[in-house]
């Protein structure tokens, strides 16, 4: 099967279109995880050891990235006046109910 690094990128990328507009082929969507993992964005917090959330410049926009350090991967594009989850907190339980969901759907 597919790896999950893999679907999720898919997924992303898919997100990205629908909610930006812009179509990151291969290359781009790497830089764009490079921005996030040298910190060159702004670091929005934490959802869980496992996913934070940043806002990366990107194509004249500002994209809310979901980021999953586990396997360096980028998980989701939020639509941009998504909520943000609580800094420094867990996100809401509705919210990290729809990640987690979302995430198990592209595993």
Partial sequence: GVT???SERIHAKRRCLERYGLNLNRH?????VQKIR????????RE???LSHWRVEWGGQVLHAV????????VTFLPSGA???????KAPGW????????ARRTA
């Fill in 67 to 74: 980021y999953d350090s586990k396997h360096h991967a980028i």
């Fill in 48 to 50: 869980s050891l496992r």
């Fill in 83 to 89: 909520e943000r989850p609580g800094l420094g907190d």
């Fill in 38 to 45: 040298d910190s060159k964005c702004e670091f929005v917090g």
């Fill in 95 to 102: 919210h990290r109910e729809a990640m987690e969901r979302e």
């Fill in 28 to 32: 781009e969507y790497r830089e764009v």
């Fill in 4 to 6: 999950k690094t893999i």
